[in-house]
């Protein structure tokens, strides 16, 4: 299943409904060899930001297996994170850790293009660290541009760290915050609204049939709205995917 915006106007917006949870995940992955081989051709440097969770897992897997690892030059790439709970970065919990399991160590990413979260900080320290890391990489382009921006999806509809009724989804001036999410009793670390939507190429992947409704609820929105905030995340120069596995998509 595949809709997609006429083509003379930016954004490119797909919905791409897969048979199982390993073809989401291979084109998640070809959408990042082609954000990739894209930004080699305009500005050189491949600047990604990944979620965490059990998909993006998925993701990290297939872009580590061989037939993946000679088409992305992770020398060349700046690897950044959407969000990051508040945990060490040894903790099982931790984003970077999964990313450092799965995909970093792995494929051998140096580890000074590596960007991670401070998760053990306090969180506004934290969240201020990480915005003068972004304004120092992605100077002068403001709000930060990145390359590829990997999404997940909540039951609740939220994305990143960016939950309903949460201060977060307020935010258009700065480009990392802490956000309290009461419905958790704790503090998280997201990249904003404005950098979310700044995005080249932004690729939700979801899969699960726990998923479906959000899914539904999300793409059927008559506009965005706070309710939903996975809603909100709509580039405007750039392309938003969503890719599903059956499971998730089976609402639509």
């Known amino acids: ?28 992955a070809r959408e990042l060899v082609a954000a990739f081989s894209d930004s080699r051709a305009d500005h050189g440097t491949f600047r990604v930001a990944f979620s965490g969770g059990s998909t993006p897992r998925l993701l990290f897997d297939r872009l580590a297996q061989d037939a993946f690892r000679p088409l992305v030059d992770w020398a060349r790439a700046r690897v950044f994170f959407v969000d990051e709970r508040c945990v060490p970065p040894g ?70 760290s960016l939950f309903p009724g949460t201060g977060a989804l307020e935010e258009t001036s700065r480009r990392a915050v802490e956000n309290y999410v009461p419905k958790l009793a704790e503090w998280r670390l997201t ?50 995917i969503w890719i599903l596995d059956e499971a998730a998509g089976s609402g639509l």
């Open 91 to 160: 903790d099982g919990r931790s984003n970077y850790r999964l990313a450092k399991d799965h995909l970093l160590d792995p494929l051998r990413v140096p580890p000074e293009n590596v960007f991670r979260m401070r998760g053990e900080e306090e969180p506004h320290r934290a969240a201020e660290e990480y915005e003068a890391a972004l304004e120092r990489e992605f100077e002068p382009e403001s709000p930060p541009r990145f390359d590829y921006v990997l999404l997940g999806l909540g039951t609740d509809g939220h994305t990143a």
């Open 1 to 28: 299943m595949r809709e997609e915006l006429p083509p003379e106007g930016p954004p490119r917006f797909e919905i791409r409904v897969l048979p199982d949870s390993s073809e989401a995940a291979e084109a998640a």
């Open 191 to 240: 990249l904003t609204l404005p950098v979310l939507n700044a995005g080249r190429r932004v690729v939700f992947l979801v899969t699960g049939e726990e998923k479906r409704d959000a899914v539904s609820a999300v793409l059927h929105a008559d506009s965005p709205t706070a309710s939903l905030p996975a809603s909100l995340v709509r580039p405007e120069r750039g392309s938003l």
